[in-house]
């Protein structure tokens, strides 16, 4: 964990020369108790309305206490971590921050960076409001660090309706496997759309990695890439390196340089028929007035139906937070029913919490809601769930690698050599 830290803090000018700035107003003061300094990177578009959303319940339910705003652009945290690791090893911690549940939150409870969250989970009631599979990636050797804000899922392919109309493809019918979608794919290409497949930087490669890999390998062959059963040099993660270089085939040709919001944009604006993207990009149709079921639509990416490839947002409480009550206070918020409704039904994102009412919902998020429920649980590897921050870094290097020179043969070895290094 150290070395990670040291790497991330390495790149930490890098993070902070982006950060965003705050909207949240004022500058944190250790003097003054009613104040809360919260570190995210929901710093623009449609993320930063789901954070608006949930920071007017708080102020609402907390009205003396200032809610300070330190997101850090980036999408999945990609400048984000750097900064906040400079932060912690500076003991400059945020009160707060975004951490995904699972791997990533390990690691920041190992390197003694979080209080134990025990008696806030029992105080306020919560270990019977969130879903046993949660708590159980939040928890570690029993105690429990951080309170879930959303669930959101990776596996979900954004279909532009029209785009795929036109070229004689029904959008409602997903694809039922990789190679059925391939064939879509050429189809579009041949229709005369230059992108048929909308695609970003490396965190957003490393997605649709993952997601290739959840079909190719199925929910247990992949779950079982993260605990040794699995081989990465195994045909079915082969076949999934040549699906995926497949894949690169019908991307823009930019997409090393696009954030996640610009790769999807593409798709709203009808020049490209899909894009893998986790279920924030839901948030970015609706602001865009798009309508759901008529200008877009979802379904599981190609091979992967009947999983629901998980991450969640959590919020943590930093060793030597300045403002501890007034934290507690947030989480009281990110944990409660008005607080959860209001953040997910802008966020695209499903509430973490069980008695969540469906039909609260917008459609999409119905869909959501009934797949995580029904559907085998995987942990989503490019946001934090699956492996360690380390692990998913050198991994995400491998795939940027292979964007620019797709040597299948070394990108494998690279993911050989990455889960050797992490599972010793
Ligand atoms: C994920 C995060 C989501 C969303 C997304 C894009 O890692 O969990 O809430 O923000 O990144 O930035």
């Not at 700035?21 to 929901?42: H, I, K, L, R």
């Not at 890439?225 to 081989?231: A, I, R």
């Not at 690169?248 to 894009?275: C, H, K, M, P, R």
Request: aromatic share 8%; net charge negative.
């Amino acid at each position: 964990m150290r070395n990670s830290l040291s790497i991330l803090a390495g790149a930490a000018a890098l993070g902070l020369a982006l950060a965003g700035c705050s909207a949240g107003g004022g500058t944190p003061d250790a003097n003054n108790a009613n104040q809360v300094e919260v570190f995210t990177w929901w710093a623009s578009g449609s993320e930063k309305v789901g954070l608006d959303a949930l920071v007017k319940v708080f102020n609402e339910q907390y009205p003396d206490i200032e809610f300070i705003n330190a997101s850090v652009a980036g999408g999945a945290g990609s400048n984000a971590k750097a900064a906040l690791a400079s932060r912690l090893e500076a003991n400059d911690p945020p009160d707060t921050f975004q951490a995904h549940a699972g791997a990533e939150l390990t690691d920041y409870i190992n390197a003694g960076q979080l209080q134990d969250l025990s008696s806030f989970y029992a105080e306020t009631g919560l270990n019977d409001v969130f879903p046993k599979s949660l708590l159980e990636r939040l928890t570690v050797n029993g105690a429990i660090y951080s309170v879930p804000s959303n669930i959101h899922r990776a596996n979900v392919v954004w279909v532009n309706t029209s785009v795929l109309t036109k070229a004689g493809i029904d959008p409602t019918k997903a694809p039922a496997d990789m190679d059925a979608w391939i064939a879509d794919l050429q189809k579009l290409k041949a229709s005369g759309v230059d992108t048929p497949l909308s695609l970003g930087t490396e965190w957003t490669q490393m997605q649709l990695l993952e997601n290739v890999l959840i079909a190719d390998l199925g929910a247990d062959g992949y779950s079982g890439l993260w605990t040794g059963d699995t081989k990465w040099d195994s045909d079915g993660v082969k076949k999934a390196v040549d699906h995926y270089g497949q894949l690169l085939g019908f991307v823009n040709s930019d997409f090393a340089g696009l954030e996640w919001d610009a790769a999807t944009q593409i798709v709203i604006d009808g020049n490209a028929g899909y894009n893998v993207m986790g279920d924030w990009a839901e948030a970015a149709f609706v602001q865009a007035g798009k309508t759901y079921g008529t200008d877009y639509t979802t379904w599981a990416t190609p091979g992967t139906d009947g999983v629901f490839d998980f991450l969640a947002d959590s919020f943590t409480l930093t060793k030597g937070a300045p403002h501890e009550q007034a934290t507690k206070d947030w989480l009281t918020t990110i944990s409660s029913a008005e607080g959860q409704k209001a953040f997910n039904i802008a966020k695209g994102s499903i509430p973490a919490r069980t008695d969540a009412v469906a039909s609260d919902y917008p459609p999409y998020q119905q869909t959501a809601i009934k797949s995580f429920a029904e559907d085998t649980v995987v942990s989503s590897l490019a946001h934090g769930a699956a492996a360690s921050i380390s692990w998913s870094g050198d991994i995400s290097s491998a795939v940027g690698k292979f964007g620019a020179d797709r040597d299948a043969s070394s990108l494998v070895s690279a993911l050989v050599a990455a889960a050797a290094k992490a599972l010793g």
